[in-house]
């Protein structure tokens, strides 16, 4: 055993605290058997209650890989629920446990086993790698879309940060519940599930792993769907809890990452789909949203987010890009109204590219082909 590198490896565990001691992990007794090698292997059991954030044992595990002498290969920590029997342990340096998802320890408790969940029909996440892309406006405006083409469609808010499918459908009431099922609402004919539905507006959403996915699968057993073609999932941005809790949980399809043309909203998105390709969730193509203005009097272009961000972010993930929508004025006061685009503007341009958004979809995700002409002009 190295003593200076032992030393050194619990300082830099003594400097991170859990938030729900308001302590230290060392001085909390919550790392038992460390133990360092002298060729920089440091192995140690984490007792992680289920209620303490999931995310202190990779701050373990990055704070450990950062001392001086320890190889990045070499830390194996033992995951154990102080109230249960046995830990999860590394079957091999930088190998997650059985069971361990996301490639990191800690991700408590265990993931179950994909729910099929057939009356569901074709489940389709839509993603961004960051907020303020549009991604809720692209979710809300294929949902109706599909939905007005003669489908069956599902919506749920899985932004359980942000839920912002309430304000952009105008429903805002508690769903009732009958016969232990939680009633969908029904807006512009696309059955709605939110958090927003059941929380106060101005509730600040403080969320942990566990309670994400127990959200997330309450919005998919307990809520009286019906049988769908299309079950649309909004979700945050990012790569966190709610993605993870949702590959959990059900069968997805696919996924449409949302992107605008600028680098660092391309950056962020690119994150986003590796996500799902690792957790092997196909990627069904790229939506550039706020593609560029067009004006109607001159006809001139205005590119004011750059331009050619989904085009290079779609080919950099091998996938097409399934559609441009322009930057369109009013489109976000019709959102705060209760009104998607493809509803109250049709035939313009920002919703004919959505409506064709929609026909794409049902081609790449295979489902059941209906024209669309209801929705031209």
Same mark, same amino acid.
């Given at each position: ?14 400097? %991170?605290?859990? +938030? ?15 133990? !360092? ?6 192995? *140690?059991? *984490? ?5 303490? /954030? &999931? ?14 002498? !320890? ?18 342990? @590394?079957?091999?340096? #930088? ?14 408790? +265990? ?25 809720? $406006? ?36 508690? /769903? ?8 969908? @609402?029904?807006?512009? #004919? ?33 809520? &009286? ?25 059900? @069968? ?14 391309? #950056? ?15 990627? *069904? ?8 203005? $067009? ?29 441009? !929508? +322009? ?6 006061? %019709? ?5 998607? !685009? ?32 209801? %929705?031209?002009?």
């Amino acid at each position: 055993m190295s003593e200076p590198l032992l030393g050194r490896v619990t300082a830099a565990l003594a400097r %991170l605290r859990n +938030p729900r001691l308001d302590n230290d992990l060392i001085s909390a007794g919550m790392i038992r058997d460390l133990e !360092v090698t002298a060729d920089g292997g440091v192995t *140690f059991t *984490f007792l992680l209650g289920r209620a303490d /954030p &999931a995310t202190l044992v990779r701050e373990a595990r990055a704070a450990v890989r950062a001392v001086e002498g !320890v190889r990045a290969d070499g830390v194996r920590i033992s995951v154990q629920d102080p109230s249960g029997p046995a830990p999860t342990t @590394h079957a091999a340096p #930088g190998a997650p446990p059985s069971g361990q998802t996301h490639g990191e320890a800690g991700m408590v408790p +265990p993931p179950p086993s994909p729910v099929e969940y057939p009356e569901l029909g074709r489940i389709i996440a839509v993603s961004s790698g960051k907020g303020g892309v549009g991604k809720s $406006t692209v979710a809300a405006n294929l949902a109706v879309a599909l939905a007005r083409a003669g489908h069956a469609v599902g919506l749920m808010d899985a932004d359980i940060y942000g839920p912002n499918i309430p304000r952009m459908f105008g429903v805002f009431e508690k /769903p009732p519940v009958e016969q232990g099922k939680i009633q969908p @609402h029904l807006a512009h #004919g696309v059955k709605l599930m939110s958090l927003g539905f059941l929380i106060d507006r101005d509730a600040a959403a403080i969320w942990r792993g566990p309670i994400i996915m127990k959200i997330v699968q309450q919005f998919l057993r307990d809520v &009286a769907w019906g049988q769908l073609d299309y079950f649309i999932i909004d979700l945050p941005p990012g790569t966190g809890d709610a993605q993870l809790s949702l590959v959990q949980s059900c @069968h997805v399809a696919g996924a449409l990452i949302v992107t605008t043309p600028q680098e660092v909203a391309v #950056g962020d998105a690119l994150r986003g789909a590796r996500m799902f390709e690792k957790v092997n969730v196909p990627v *069904f193509g790229v939506v550039e949203n706020m593609s560029g203005f $067009t004006d109607p009097e001159t006809g001139k272009r205005f590119d004011l987010f750059g331009r050619g961000g989904g085009q290079r972010l779609a080919e950099e993930l091998g996938v097409p890009l399934l559609a441009q !929508v +322009p930057l369109q004025p009013g489109v976000v006061e %019709l959102a705060d109204r209760g009104q998607p !685009v493809v509803v109250a503007e049709p035939g313009s341009p920002a919703s004919q590219v959505l409506i064709a958004l929609a026909e794409r979809v049902v081609q790449v995700a295979g489902g059941r082909s209906i024209p669309l002409p209801i %929705l031209r002009g």
